[in-house]
């Protein structure tokens, strides 16, 4: 990764002192020790107990069986073996991908579409701008609330009357096995377009335009222009972009949660979902252990997708 | 933002010819009027049905105003479903969680980019190894910790602490913070520290009020990340009083009738959308600061 | 400098022990405090006040217990949540479900010996008094209330569909009859299920098994059978296909839970649906409904031997981390809260007082805690309070007492339930969904659960 060796060039330390005394605790607080602690403190202590400590523990979890009324046991792979032999985890991993797909078709391309339009704008950008990102400032839980108001399966319900006009529908929208899912994908495209948008004009700025000039003493069209010139600068945000999306897209639990819970008949039932039902789903008390390795077998295969993408994307992203 | 920089895409000899002026134009108008439709339409549907009485809501949701107008719908959010109160409850979490952030990450990024300690790289590589594990591997573990904390015997169940302090864990944050230290010029510090300024004295004279562009940065990521936190409120704090307007919405969603539970809605959705319009800059240029990070 | 400072921070630091030392030397006072599950959060403020004059109430007789009032619902995750961090008020509700794991796993204080201090613990009624007791007999829960599931009905569509409001469905027949006649005259969904994935979809179908004579379950503990795939389950999910596809009287919506489909049928919404017999006062306190569409009928029972109602309830336990002082004193709450207006004329009046100034609902059908000729003496104390319908819920007041109640499944039952959710969901959403399968799948599933434990 770049960004390591770059970290690693900018910024020298501050010049080490200048007699090399004996290191007593003494000469080490003296130093320059204690006070790098003490600044250091609040990081480690917050990063150590909320974020390292529950990463091993999670580990250790997922080889244990933990009920908090009695200490916990050892029982080895038996959670992995319970979670793949659910009959729910097929239809959670089928539904995550096909959500993960179906946000990567609409939410990818058209921002990409819309940013490359607005960047050419010539007067007033930033109606554009901020009409596209109106939506990503509205709390999620508010547009997944307003959405569901809009998707009732009625012939009143919102949607289906503005179909009406145009003599089409009703359609049932969340109360359909087929229909649930894209639903979702549609609201969360609406919420999370925008981000993706100003993302893209951010980097567009970046493009260099005596590229563009090049091209067009070359004799290149428009569309030319964009496929040769556009498209290639943009590769690093491009590739970036995708990987965050499907990464996040892979942990989705707000939208199946709110608008259908997982139905209708775990047509919208996610992995988080799943992770969801396992600890805190019954109410005597969780399998944090299933959850825990669900939890690992996702974060696994985050892990290996990322390093097979950046391998297949090397050779397209560096010039 | 707005006319910031040139179109370069279009030359303006291409913009003369009257196929791209009507083509490219007609496709921005088109753009426009879908913005306005499908990004601005949803929530005036939101303001409009908010002061309409639930019967025309469910009835025809689409008409204007068929029997006049309901204010009383905003008056009962306020009062019987008492948004204000749980408004307040997200206030106050955003605030505790955007100072935890603000000084894990601004102390952090300080002694791991200035003081540097021998064991710095360590850390940062564990930064950045914390970077790249995804949520989900923290949310049973931390859980557990919230609700049986292994030294202390009392639960943070129920506990604002519980929300604020696993929000200062943000790897993202402090790496932010590091680079952007990292690129202030050294000589600055060199001629403090000729000074005789202490580390303590560094910090608070010379590199904080530097650090002004990328802790706003960090205050807005941190504040938009609270106003939209739900699934970790929702598991930590189970008194109703406490919740964030996020968690409590979808609860009471079926205590309340529709034209008032619209209305609450609508009040959530005005401090987000009026600090949006008021700080337009910070809120682009920063979404656009992730996306110039390049792979 | 430094070692200025650090001496002020020693005497400071001693000087706030010895003041934090004084101060719990000085409380030792009498008074015992608990806290105690009030009302569910929303709640109007009227129903709040009663709360707190029936608080007052109480302290003025036990001069030195104090009652702190929570807001308390039980849900499945949050419950899970506050037992885990023993965050529960001392006294707190549990569903008959759930009460004898809790208590096997110690999660419930053992009340035993003060239930068995109270004149009346002899008159239980028997089956209600085991939902409480454990599975080494212990009591760790006294009973609240008891339901019987019932058919909920409109009066006003029904009269608008040209049926006889006073005359509810009294066949499964004549259900899907009523409900088409609904939907063709008034446009609203005739009758409506719970079909959500939150364990009420399973619940209501189990409803329906039993009223056809299924079971759901065979046996007790963990080597119980699953039997949710029976001939009965068949045939009540077949009822639902029907009712959906092909009469198309149940509406567009097959989400809903318990209290989303209480405001739909207060909001005038819905023609008929099955839930607890007491969900008026949910009704009245969440939904405001208007009292004169209120129907009650007792379930349509198949002429079958085994067919039956089924049955279930709350009770109130007590945390199991308390002192013996805050134990008692949670006893004599339940006490008086709970059991008392069930038993003592006089409590019972100054009840029925109370929740009528507050316009809170006095009279709502529930079942008999203790025995039938109880049951009656202590309706006989209120009705001069009754303020709900009560003409209007004679249907399932006549029916109820001939019919055989039931308990719900005992083994796993919130898992039993959700393994049969999504079959629910499969048949309201999908034409050709494929009931068999399903149901063996769910099956496996919830013998699983069963097996295990969970």
């Not at chain 2, 005789?196 to 004279?205: S, Y």
């Not at chain 3, 921070?9 to 008074?31: D, F, I, Q, Y």
């Not at chain 3, 409109?154 to 409001?165: E, I, W």
């Not at chain 3, 009287?249 to 819905?270: E, P, T, V």
Request: include cysteine; proline fraction near 6%; charged fraction near 15%.
């Amino acid at each position: 990764m770049d960004a390591i060796s770059d970290i690693e060039v900018k910024g020298a330390a501050l010049p080490a002192p200048r007699h090399r005394v004996r290191r007593t605790p003494l000469s080490w607080a003296r130093g320059g020790g204690l006070s790098a602690l003490v600044f250091m403190a609040p990081m480690l202590i917050v990063f150590g107990a909320f974020s390292w400590y529950p990463i091993v523990r999670t580990v250790v979890m997922s080889l244990q069986h933990t009920n908090l009324v009695q200490a916990p046991t050892w029982v080895g792979l038996d959670n992995f073996s319970a979670v793949i032999h659910d009959p729910q985890t097929p239809i959670a991993v089928k539904n995550t991908a096909y959500f993960a797909l179906l946000a990567l078709v609409f939410g990818y391309p058209i921002p990409l579409a819309a940013a490359v339009l607005m960047s050419e704008v010539r007067r007033a950008r930033g109606w554009f701008s901020a009409l596209a990102y109106l939506p990503v400032v509205i709390p999620p839980v508010v547009a997944v609330l307003l959405w569901k108001v809009f998707y009732d399966g009625s012939s009143v319900g919102v949607f289906n009357t503005i179909l009406g006009w145009v003599h089409l529908g009703p359609y049932p929208w969340l109360q359909s096995q087929q229909w649930a899912m894209p639903s979702l994908v549609l609201e969360s495209t609406w919420a999370n377009a925008g981000g993706t948008v100003i993302i893209y004009l951010a980097a567009l700025t970046g493009v260099n335009a005596e590229l563009y000039e090049a091209a067009s003493v070359d004799g290149a069209g428009l569309w030319q222009k964009v496929w040769r010139v556009t498209l290639p600068q943009l590769r690093g945000v491009l590739l970036v972009t995708m990987i965050l999306q499907i990464i996040g897209t892979a942990q989705v639990f707000l939208e199946p949660f709110l608008f259908t819970s997982g139905g209708p008949a775990n047509a919208t039932l996610t992995v988080m979902l799943q992770i969801y039902d396992y600890a805190f789903g019954n109410s005597l008390g969780g399998d944090y252990g299933r959850a825990t390795a669900l939890s690992l077998m996702l974060a696994g295969f985050l892990a290996v997708f990322s390093l097979v993408y950046l391998r297949a994307t090397r050779s397209w992203s560096t010039e | 933002m707005s006319g910031e920089r040139p179109a370069q895409l279009i030359s303006p000899a291409e913009w003369r010819r009257p196929g791209v002026r009507f083509g490219v134009g007609g496709a921005q108008l088109l753009l426009l009027v879908a913005l306005v439709v499908i990004g601005l339409g949803p929530l005036l549907w939101l303001a409009k049905s908010a002061i309409t009485p639930t019967n025309d809501t469910i009835t025809h949701p689409m008409a204007l105003f068929p029997h006049g107008v309901a204010w009383g719908n905003l008056r009962d959010a306020w009062v019987n479903v008492d948004v204000g109160r749980y408004f307040w409850n997200t206030v106050v979490l955003a605030l505790g969680s955007w100072a935890v952030q603000l000084l894990v990450a601004a102390t952090g990024g300080y002694a791991l980019s200035v003081l540097r300690p021998r064991y710095a790289r360590l850390v940062t590589g564990l930064l950045l190894t914390t970077l790249f594990v995804p949520a989900v591997v923290l949310l049973v573990p931390l859980y557990i910790e919230i609700v049986r904390p292994p030294l202390i015997h009392h639960s943070f169940i129920d506990s604002y602490w519980a929300v604020w302090l696993p929000a200062g864990a943000s790897a993202f944050n402090v790496i932010l913070v590091k680079r952007f230290f990292d690129n202030l010029p050294r000589e600055i510090f060199e001629a403090a520290r000729i000074d005789g300024a202490g580390p303590f004295v560094l910090f608070t004279k010379i590199v904080l009020p530097l650090s002004k562009p990328v802790l706003g940065v960090v205050s807005v990521f941190a504040v938009l990340a609270s106003w939209k936190d739900f699934l970790w409120p929702l598991l930590v704090l189970t008194n109703p009083n406490e919740q964030p307007i996020s968690v409590r919405l979808p609860t009471i969603q079926s205590q309340t009738e529709l034209g008032v539970f619209l209305a609450a809605m609508c009040i959530a959705c005005l401090v987000p959308v009026a600090g949006f319009l008021v700080f337009q800059r910070f809120f682009l240029r920063g979404s656009g600061l992730g996306g110039a990070i390049k792979g | 400098m430094k070692s200025i400072r650090l001496a002020t921070a020693v005497v400071a630091a001693g000087l706030l022990a010895v003041c934090a030392t004084a101060a719990a030397v000085g409380s030792t006072k009498k008074a015992v405090t608990i806290s105690v599950a009030s009302l569910i959060p929303g709640s109007t403020p009227a129903a709040i006040q009663q709360f707190n004059e029936q608080v007052a109430e109480f302290e003025r007789a036990h001069p030195s217990i104090k009652v702190k009032p929570v807001e308390y619902q039980w849900t499945g995750p949050t419950f899970a949540a506050k037992l885990a961090a023993g965050t529960l008020p001392t006294v707190f509700e549990v569903p008959f479900t759930d009460a004898r794991t809790l208590g096997d796993n110690g999660q419930l204080a053992d009340l035993t010996a003060g239930a068995k201090a109270l004149p009346y613990v002899s008159k239980y009624n028997k089956a209600v008094l085991a939902e409480g007791t454990d599975s080494k007999g212990r009591i760790v829960a006294l009973p609240k209330g008891a339901y019987a599931q019932a058919l909920h009905y409109n009066r006003k569509l029904f009269a608008q569909a040209g049926l006889n409001p006073n005359k509810p469905p009294r066949t499964w027949a004549q259900v899907e009859a009523d409900a088409l006649a609904i939907t063709q005259k008034t446009g609203k969904p005739g009758y409506v299920e719970m079909a959500k994935d939150d364990n009420t979809a399973g619940w209501i179908l189990t409803t329906l098994v039993y009223t056809l004579g299924g079971r759901m379950e065979q046996g007790i503990g963990t080597r119980a059978k699953a039997t949710v795939d029976n001939k009965q389950t068949i045939s009540a999910l077949n009822l639902l296909h029907h009712m959906r596809w092909v009469d198309n009287s149940m509406g567009a919506n097959f989400d809903y839970g318990w209290s989303d489909i209480n405001q739909a049928f207060a909001a005038g919404n819905i023609g008929m649906y099955i839930s607890g017999s007491d969900v008026y006062t949910n009704l009245v306190q969440a939904s405001k409904i208007d009292p004169s569409i209120y129907g009650l009928a007792a379930l349509p029972l198949a002429k079958n031997k085994k067919a039956g109602v089924l049955g279930g309830g709350t009770l109130v336990a007590v945390k199991p981390t308390v002192s013996a002082a805050e134990k008692a004193a949670a006893l004599k709450w339940i006490d008086f809260f709970y059991e008392e207006p069930l038993i003592s004329k006089a409590q019972a009046v100054r009840n029925a007082k109370t929740l009528v100034a507050n316009k809170q609902p006095v009279g709502v059908p529930a079942l008999p805690l203790f025995n039938k000729k109880q049951y009656d003496l202590a309706n006989s104390w209120i009705k001069p309070y009754i303020n709900v319908p009560i003409a209007q819920m004679k249907p399932f007041l006549t029916d109820i007492f001939a019919q055989p109640l039931i308990p719900e499944p005992e083994a796993s039952t919130q898992s039993v339930y959700h393994a049969l959710d999504a079959v629910v969901e499969a048949v309201l959403t999908n034409r050709n969904a494929d009931i068999q399968g399903m149901l063996k799948q769910a099956n496996s599933v919830a013998q699983q659960a069963i097996s295990s434990g969970s």
